[in-house]
């Protein structure tokens, strides 16, 4: 596995697993505030563009199902 993909798994561990998306501060009618929150716990600034976000993959966060999705 790469530096890359190490640093950010380690961030997730850290940062987001097991915890609940606090959506309290954003606007509550904004599709993207879980997505923003994800960002913001993996030290991104929140964004809506769809270029990498971090060490050149790009962040989703599946509504639907919950999932986190990282791509190249």
């Known amino acids: 596995m790469n530096h890359e993909k ?3 798994i380690e961030l997730f561990y850290a ?3 097991g915890k609940k998306s606090n959506t309290s501060k954003s606007n509550q009618r904004h599709d993207g505030k879980k997505g923003h929150w ?3 716990q993996m030290g991104i600034v929140a ?3 769809n270029s990498p976000d971090i060490y050149g993959y790009e962040m989703k966060n599946q509504t639907s199902s919950g999932k986190i999705t ?3």
């Open 6 to 8: 190490q640093k950010i």
């Open 15 to 17: 940062n987001v697993k």
């Open 70 to 72: 990282f791509g190249a």
């Open 47 to 49: 964004n809506a563009n």
């Open 38 to 40: 994800l960002e913001q």
